[in-house]
């Protein structure tokens, strides 16, 4: 099994010796200012280190399964102490209907401007892990219905028919730059290969943290660019941010 380091070491500062019969090796962190839960990436130390790192912004899963979405969502919420949500679940309870059934009746669009009303109100909360509904008629799908979506963190969990890793990262390049799903306006996203088993709820979710963290140690400043623009009332303005009393409507407003 391979172990990777938490983050990156300075390869200049690395100090390897002998001590009799033992191989020593000091290794200096490359960002000093990042607190490390532990010297190797694992799950007890991602889900310290990343909940750390998010300041309280909550996280949002998207992509074309519903359940894959529930499932990771709940391992992610344990591990990072966080609430856990599934918008499938408010939808139905409150419309007394079945996603599938909803589309039936009265079409896609509504289940996509029912989840995106939801994803309003939980817009503002802190700490949540939220499961979206998965495929064409969530409002992930679709890009025009992302405003509240960008107040979290999201996780686009896209399956994947990639033979190897390089495949699957060139897969997910070509994704995020082709913009030809509303899934592509995600933060990150995380391949699945293989046919989907409950039981990788835990694996993904460990994929998930670490590519959050990459994330957030890339710019470190995105957790508090998301409150604010949660404070300012996820006007639709991410990630290019304008002043007080800017009108989304029209696109102007205060100086």
Known sequence: MEISLYDKIKPAETI????????????????????????????????VGVAQLLKGVSVYLVGESSEINYKVSRELAVGLGYAPLDTKELLETFTKQTVDSLVITEGSNAVSEAESAILESVSSHIR????????????????????????GFTVWLSQSEA???????????????????????????????????????KSV????????????LSDKKLPGKKGLYIRLGCRGDWPNIKPPGWDPSTGTGAA
């Open 16 to 47: 390897w010796l002998l001590d009799d019969d033992q191989l020593v090796v000091n290794l200096k962190k490359q960002d000093p200012e990042v607190k490390w839960p532990d010297i190797t990436e694992t799950w007890e130390s991602l889900s």
């Open 128 to 151: 949540s892990v939220v499961a979206t509904i998965g495929g064409q008629h969530g409002a992930a799908a679709r890009g025009d219905r992302w405003r509240h979506l960008y107040s």
């Open 205 to 216: 979710a460990q994929a998930t943290l670490s590519a959050l963290k990459q994330l957030i």
């Open 163 to 201: 033979k190897d890793e390089a495949a699957a990262k060139e897969e997910a390049r070509i994704n995020m730059q082709s913009r030809s799903q509303g899934f592509a306006n995600a933060d990150v996203v995380v391949k699945l290969g293989g046919c989907w088993d409950p039981d990788y709820s």
